[in-house]
């Protein structure tokens, strides 16, 4: 498989602390530029039970179907979610320059702990150009949890990628790094996993997003070229996906929700693969690209209980085609076509001062591969974060 394993964080880390980044704790100039310096300390701890779920930062479908050969009551403890950037301001006369750099010590499952660019760019008059979330993505439809990787589907493609990008009012338009995941069928010459997947087009991604009171809705829309190569057999196809979300506001409830719907894009279908999302396409024996259809749906509840709590649970599932490709036991668990993936939350976060939160959650997972794995597993977490 290709791109099975890309790093990656969701959105659910930034929804959750919003409230406490906006703000920033050490704001300066140099000479006509205004600097902010943000980030905050994040620690967890989740216990699996009923099997493994993941690393303390989040859970994985993949390792949730291993749930059977899994040790019970597992403890996890991190440290390395935290991370800190800064953003810069200029002044022009042809408008302001503004810019941003941010990391974090991040790793997937949390193997391999070192310091990892997030974002870095810079924008002028709406033309932005680096590294920032993909405009193939939304934060209408997603509802916090301490998870880092969040609900099933309750986001667009939910990374950061290299970008050129214009925004316009509520609309916005952007060439993106190209990203796909093709599988080779049986007896297949083609080894995508070994470079024989190629791009030669960027990935175009549009949206539209508005807020109004207490609602606020999003649509998206990504095209993308699928190909590959292996000098002697090569093949090309157009995938995409498309998404809605919506929030609304009454009172102390907020409702969110967001659907999909993907051919050939679902690399962009959040958390629809065992360890990110999922496949696109596969070969067939006659060199022939086969699109894979896609599709998932999510919806959230948050409550303010008081000022300093609010009670949050959602719902997300994911599906991807196998169109009759088969995988084998052993890498059923992995497998990116195939698969419904389905999680849930409930958690409590409470904010005593709007640079502290403290949580506990509970989280279940169910996957489902073709007639191979029909798994679930489950675990509680505590987070402690401190924002400057």
Not at 21 to 47: C, H, Q
Not at 336 to 358: C, I, S
Request: charged residues 20%; aromatic residues 14%; hydrophobic residues 35%.
């Amino acid at each position: 498989m290709n791109n099975k394993r890309i790093y990656v964080v969701s959105a659910s880390a930034l929804v959750a602390v919003l409230g406490s980044v906006s703000a920033p704790a050490l704001e300066f100039e140099v000479r006509d530029t205004s600097v902010d310096i943000y980030g905050y300390a994040r620690l967890n701890m989740a216990y699996n039970f009923d099997g493994d779920a993941g690393s303390a930062n989040e859970g994985y479908f993949a390792e949730a179907a291993t749930t059977p050969d899994s040790p019970d009551g597992d403890f996890q403890i991190s440290a390395s979610q935290s991370r800190f950037g800064f953003a810069t301001v200029t002044p022009t006369r042809a408008g302001d320059i503004s810019t941003k750099f941010e990391g974090d010590f991040w790793s997937e499952n949390d193997t391999n702990p070192r310091f990892r660019l997030r974002q870095a760019y810079g924008e002028w008059n709406g033309i932005l150009g680096g590294q920032t979330w993909s405009n193939y993505n939304t934060f209408v439809g997603f509802t916090p949890t301490l998870d880092f990787y969040g609900t099933a589907a309750s986001a667009g493609y939910g990374s950061r990628v290299p970008q050129l990008r214009y925004t316009t009012g509520h609309f916005s338009v952007a060439l993106e790094k190209p990203l796909q995941n093709i599988v080779e069928g049986e007896e297949i010459p083609a080894d995508v996993s070994a470079g024989d997947a190629v791009t030669s087009l960027p990935t175009l991604s549009v949206r539209y997003e508005e807020s109004s009171g207490v609602f606020s809705y999003a649509l998206a829309g990504v095209l993308r070229q699928l190909k590959y190569d292996t000098n002697s057999q090569d093949d090309t196809a157009l995938g995409g996906a498309v998404l809605a979300a919506a929030s609304y506001t009454q009172g102390p409830l907020t409702v969110r929700g967001i659907a999909h719907a993907s051919e050939g894009g679902n690399y962009y279908l959040y958390w629809s693969g065992g360890y990110w999302n999922g496949a696109d396409a596969f070969i067939d024996q006659g060199g022939s690209l086969n699109k894979l259809s896609g599709e998932g749906a999510s919806i959230g509840f948050s409550y303010k209980l008081s000022p300093e709590y609010t009670l949050n649970t959602s719902y997300g599932y994911t599906r991807v085609a196998s169109d009759g490709v088969q995988v084998a036991a052993a890498e059923a668990f992995e497998s990116d076509f195939g698969r419904k993936n389905q999680n849930a939350f409930v958690n409590l976060m409470w904010t005593p001062h709007e640079r502290l939160m403290y949580g506990l959650e509970f989280a279940y997972y169910k996957t489902q591969v073709q007639d191979q794995i029909d798994e679930d597993a489950k675990r509680l977490m505590l987070s402690a974060q401190y924002a400057f």
